[in-house]
């Protein structure tokens, strides 16, 4: 059983790229941020394959997430 609470979610089924910004139900501090699909820079076993799909996954701080403009403030 998922306790994620999906805040934001864009994929594009061409790319296969996915954005996932998500809440779990018992952290009320933190979001988490999935991106899938993209180039990134990280030590990671996945890119060193040409065919591995690269994901990560940042759990943030709220306050982070706004300071990005991922998410608006809590009224």
């Not at 996932?20 to 979001?31: A, I, P, R, S, T």
């Amino acid at each position: 059983m998922s306790t994620k609470g999906t805040l934001r979610l864009e994929h594009d089924p061409d790319t296969g790229q996915l954005f996932h910004l998500y809440n779990e139900g018992f952290d009320e501090e933190h979001v988490y941020l999935e991106l899938e699909g993209f180039a990134f820079e990280a030590a990671s076993r996945a890119g060193l394959l040409d065919n591995a799909s690269s994901r990560i996954v940042l759990k943030l701080p709220q306050e982070w997430a706004i300071k990005l403009g991922l998410m608006e403030p809590k009224a």
